[in-house]
């Protein structure tokens, strides 16, 4: 049985993102009331807001967390043209007594001439490197050099996409075989560009990121992109929220010769495409061991996607609301399946051994 | 095939103020919250929540909890199990672990049956039994596959291991049995006659005739019937595997009794009691009047192996499914379909393995059980190994997905290492992915993730961790404990600005925070200049507070000679020198105190710090004097001592 717990987040207007710290034990949430929020889990599991600041003077499109060896170090993003950082800093005594930590601002980000859409951290091996993506179709990569000064960034590339971007995502493999690379998707409408995702990966020569691929299948705008988690595989999964869900698989083709310079030549498949969405698709996230993609959709439901060891995926999961105004209790609430009220749940699958029914030793992952 | 379909789950509260569904992945649940994609548009009116998702970590846990660490027991031996040991040898071991599985499950459903009769709740009771049909059909499932595919019974102990299989998953007739027996008068029991039939049906022919002794007594007229339907079934031949019978001669004889039966009915005997009419009918295989017993034999796998008891006991392996498939037709019916567990047993009898595992797969949506039974077959080489895209076989595939999501739980996610230990292809990486997520609560449990770490080389998680709490450390201003997490984590450039933490903290306070640390560091001291440093400095102290004042000085004159002090802090260093230069012995040597004369020049000699105010730099001035003048006096000491002649 699933259940859902509900925390009143207590934010003035629309949350935009919600984003989990590495371990799953401090969530920070931002939205259209310019401000972010930081809730930690505590001991009984309960989840606590600690924090709660302005930090924009528009919407807050993203919230991101760095790498907890860097510290506790937030990014964010905002259609007030700028990104900026954040660090906790640890706070006077009666503080940690209310249970409140503060969190200053270490830098702000304003290159960009449009709204940012997007903030990522590049993986830790790569070092403290922020990434943000802009309407005015530029992915800026900054790096602290400094990990212990967080008010320094300097802007090391400039990638221009000449399309209105709107999601970026690192590719997490820290292999020496694959260099870093990131992925670009864009919302434009243009139909001169029809390719909507771009993939740039870092050149060890020319210091310089380069485009390696442009996935031309891709002709609607895009609104979500995300690498999977690579686990030992020889090539690359991305997902693509755009009209449907789709998976391509990357496999990085060998070199002519030893000494070609220029970015990895791929041949580009299509793992899997969803359409049950029937609508536009505007988040994907693979889960932690890449065995999950979660999806949502214009039609309200967020869909979990599970492929099969003969690499046939299929839908595992649908979760969508009820329509009913906010649950105020905050307890938390069995979901019932649709028509089928909870009660009558539990009756159904009971009895012989000959009704199955999803076993409660599956552990939600 | 099989396809289930799956009905969205509603979350109360969310999708009326807006429509679209924001989430994201948290360790073992997903937060979900309304919210608008298409960035223009209404503002929102309500107060926003978030929910969190995840699966019920419910009232049979506790139990099921026992369940996976048990069985987490039998996997390790199982994979310790030598692959050089003759395959005969090890067939009789993999039957004993798939029993020992099985008996594990058996607990773990007793305790939840207990639970479901004693809670005063309905709700929870039917929690505790959707739990129970659940194993209930795993066991099935499990000991049918132990039956035809691990033991691999041969024609003759199949049938005895399927009656043995059903009488197993069928135990309401020893209760009914009971329940006749002590009665009053067994005989005119409502049950009675169901009972007996139900025995037969099983081939329990003992107990069979022992319920039906208590009729024979009470009609003396109908006696010699009685006795008739007893001799039947006490000559009944049942076959003896370690016997000498063969299993023609078995067959012979059984076919002997079997028309011995069929005379009786030609010649009908059985006429006056339809009772033992219709007992006389099912032990020729009569398949009208074993349909007939529907009710009693409630499965059309009960069905099946009476079906073969009666007709075909020497039923070989191979032509089992044909007698499988017909039997389900028959008992279902046209109007019925299959559920999802007949199919299972269906594809068990056909011996199609991968169907087995893969409709478990997808029916039961539980990873225990498909990675236990799946990883107990490969064992003993059942599987052939299906090539998947990255070159993982089924096994590992399984495995992996269970211990993935064992490492969600708080406290299983132990157990979940071992899983990954014996998977050779993905298991390491999968590993090392999942294991940087546990969280550190305490300085104990991140000792724990990096003793699993450290036991299996994973370097990098090793030094991400340690870096994760030394950083936590430094913050909270706990230096020592930073310090040791850095060398830990053998991070060089953080080991270095800890080490002028230190030094900090010692200008500011005069003396040396987690003294015992510092005086221990050992090797470790060498990861970066300024740690060693630092460690030699504390060591200094320490030597000037034993008074071992001449080894103090070659120490500190070697920081500065050796280039291990930072030039920064020469002058504090040469003060540092004063006390020793001030003793009434002379402790400094000749040469000793023209090196630190020279020291000291080449600190003055160097680019004057332009920030200094002019009150610092009279203190400095003054320092120097005083520095000069004491060297001069020591040299001075120290050459008369030199030049003197002891006599």
Redesign the interface.
């Known amino acids: 049985?699933?259940?859902?717990?509900?925390?009143?987040?207590?934010?003035?207007?629309?949350?935009?993102?919600?984003?989990?710290d590495?371990?799953?034990?401090r969530?920070a949430?931002c939205?259209?009331d310019q401000s972010v929020k930081v809730w930690d889990k505590g001991d009984d599991g309960e989840?606590h807001c600690t924090a709660s600041w302005k930090t924009h003077s528009g919407?807050v499109?993203r919230v991101t967390w760095a790498h907890?060896?860097?510290?506790?170090v937030l990014a964010s993003c905002s259609?007030d043209r700028t990104a900026a950082v954040w660090e906790e800093i640890?706070g006077e005594s009666n503080d940690k007594q209310r249970g409140q930590s503060h969190w200053i601002k270490r830098t702000t980000l304003v290159d960009s001439r449009t709204s940012v859409t997007d903030v990522k951290f590049a993986p830790?091996h790569m070092g403290l490197m922020l990434t943000t993506c802009s309407a005015d179709g530029v992915v800026r990569i900054y790096e602290a050099p400094d990990v212990?000064n967080l008010s320094q960034w300097s802007l090391q590339h400039e990638i221009s996409c000449k399309l209105s971007c709107s999601c970026i995502s690192w590719n997490p493999s820290?292999s020496r075989a694959h260099p870093p690379m990131i992925a670009v998707g864009s919302d434009d409408s243009n139909i001169t560009y029809s390719g909507k995702v771009q993939i740039y990966e870092y050149n060890e020569n020319t210091r310089k990121y380069a485009k390696a691929e442009t996935l031309m299948t891709v002709t609607d705008p895009v609104?979500d992109i995300t690498f999977a988690?690579n686990?030992?595989?020889s090539f690359h999964v991305l997902a693509i929220a755009t009209k449907d869900v789709r998976i391509f698989k990357l496999i990085p083709m060998r070199r002519e010769s030893a000494n070609s310079s220029g970015p990895t030549k791929f041949e580009v498949q299509v793992m899997a495409q969803f359409d049950s969405h029937n609508s536009?698709v505007?988040?994907v996230?693979?889960?932690?061991?890449s065995?999950l993609l979660?999806s949502?959709g214009?039609d309200?439901?967020?869909r979990l996607w599970k492929a099969?060891?003969?690499?046939n995926w299929k839908?595992?999961?649908?979760?969508?609301?009820?329509?009913?105004?906010?649950?105020?209790s905050g307890h938390?609430?069995?979901?019932?399946?649709?028509?089928?009220p909870v009660?009558a749940q539990?009756?159904v699958?009971?009895?012989?051994?000959?009704?199955?029914?999803?076993?409660?030793?599956?552990?939600?992952? | 095939k099989q396809e289930v379909t799956v009905s969205p789950r509603l979350i109360p509260g969310a999708g009326f103020y807006q429509k679209h569904l924001g989430f994201e992945w948290g360790p073992g649940d997903l937060i979900v919250y309304e919210t608008n994609y298409k960035l223009q548009g209404p503002r929102s009116a309500g107060s926003p929540s978030v929910h969190i998702v995840r699966r019920d970590e419910d009232i049979c846990s506790p139990i099921l909890r026992k369940l996976f660490s048990e069985s987490h027991l039998i996997f390790v031996g199982l994979q310790k199990i030598k692959e050089d040991v003759p395959s005969k040898n090890k067939k009789s071991q993999f039957v004993s672990i798939s029993k020992n599985y099985r008996s594990v499950i058996r607990a773990c459903m007793e305790e939840l049956q207990q639970n479901a009769v004693s809670t005063q709740s309905g709700s929870l009771a039917s929690q505790y039994g959707d739990q129970v049909s659940i194993l209930l059909a795993i066991e099935l499932i499990w000991n049918l596959c132990e039956v035809l595919f691990i033991d691999a019974a041969p024609a003759g102990s199949l049938l005895l291991q399927l009656l043995d299989w059903v009488r197993l998953h069928k135990s309401d007739v020893d209760a009914k049995a009971r329940e006749v027996l002590q009665s009053d008068s067994p005989a005119q029991h409502q049950s009675y006659w169901d009972v007996v039939i139900s025995l037969v049906l099983q081939g329990r022919t003992d107990e069979a005739r022992q319920v039906l002794s208590k009729q024979a007594s009470l009609r003396a007229e109908s006696s010699s019937v009685f006795k008739r339907m007893d001799g039947l079934l006490q000559t009944m031949p049942i076959f003896n595997p370690t016997g000498t019978q063969t299993l023609t001669e078995f067959e012979v004889k059984w076919r002997h009794w079997h028309e011995e039966c069929d005379r009786c009915l030609q010649d009908n005997t059985f006429a006056s009691n339809r009772h033992l009419e219709t007992i006389c009918k099912i032990l020729v295989g009569d398949e009208d009047t074993l349909l007939e017993q529907k009710e009693l034999l409630s499965t059309w796998y009960h069905f099946l192996v009476t079906r073969l008891l009666f007709t075909h006991p020497t039923i070989k392996p191979p032509d089992l499914h044909y007698y499988a498939q017909s039997s389900m037709n028959m008992f279902l019916g046209p109007r019925a379909s299959p559920e999802p567990l007949d199919i299972i047993l269906l594809s068990a009898f056909e011996f199609d393995l991968h169907q087995v595992i893969k409709d478990c797969s997808i029916a039961l949506n539980n990873w225990w059980f498909v990675a236990h039974l799946t990883d107990l077959l490969d064992h003993c080489k059942l599987l052939q190994s299906h090539n998947l895209h990255f070159g993982s076989n089924l096994r590992e595939f399984l495995v992996l997905e269970y211990a993935s999501g064992l490492f969600t739980h708080h406290s299983l996610w132990q157990l979940a290492v071992d899983y990954f230990d014996h998977c050779p292809e993905f298991g390491r990486v999968y590993l090392e992915l999942q294991i940087e997520r546990v969280p550190l609560d305490t300085e104990r449990k991140a000792i724990k993730v990096l003793r699993i770490c450290e036991d299996r080389q994973m370097s990098e998680q090793v030094r991400s961790i340690c870096k994760i709490m030394a950083k936590r450390a430094l913050r909270n201003n706990r230096l020592g404990s930073a310090l040791s997490w850095t060398i830990r984590a053998k991070d060089a450039a953080f080991a270095t600005l800890i080490s002028e933490r230190f030094l900090q903290d010692y200008s500011n306070k005069g003396s040396f925070t987690d003294l015992d640390l510092l005086d221990n560091l050992g090797p470790a001291m060498l990861l970066s200049d300024s740690l060693t440093f630092l460690g030699k400095y504390r060591e200094f102290h320490r030597l000037y507070g034993e008074k071992r004042f001449s080894e103090a000085a070659r120490l500190l004159l070697s920081l500065m000679t050796a280039k291990i002090a930072p030039r920064s802090l020469w002058m504090t260093l040469l003060t540092d020198a004063l006390p020793l230069l001030e003793q009434k012995e002379v402790i400094f040597s000749v040469d000793q105190t023209y090196e630190l004369m020279s020291c000291l020049e080449e600190l003055n000699s160097g680019t004057k710090h332009s920030n200094l105010t002019d009150q610092d730099e009279d203190i400095e001035s003054t320092k120097t004097e005083l520095l000069r003048l004491a060297l001069a006096r020591n040299l001075t000491m120290a050459i008369v001592k030199e030049g003197t002649i002891e006599t």
């Not at chain 1, 099969?308 to 690499?311: F, G, I, S």
């Not at chain 1, 839908?315 to 105020?328: A, E, H």
Request: proline content about 3%; charged content about 15%; some cysteine.
């Open positions: 049985m699933f259940v859902a717990k509900s925390i009143a987040a207590d934010h003035k207007d629309l949350i935009h993102d919600v984003s989990y590495f371990h799953g034990r969530m949430t939205s259209s989840w919407s499109w907890p060896e860097f510290g506790q259609f640890v830790k212990m820290s609104h988690p686990l030992g595989r536009q505007w988040r996230s693979w889960n932690i061991t065995t979660a949502s214009d309200g439901c967020v099969n060891y003969m690499d839908c595992t999961g649908i979760l969508r609301g009820d329509g009913s105004p906010v649950n105020g938390a609430a069995a979901l019932s399946a649709v028509g089928v009660a539990m009756v699958g009971a009895a012989s051994a000959g009704r199955l029914k999803h076993s409660m030793l599956q552990y939600f992952y």
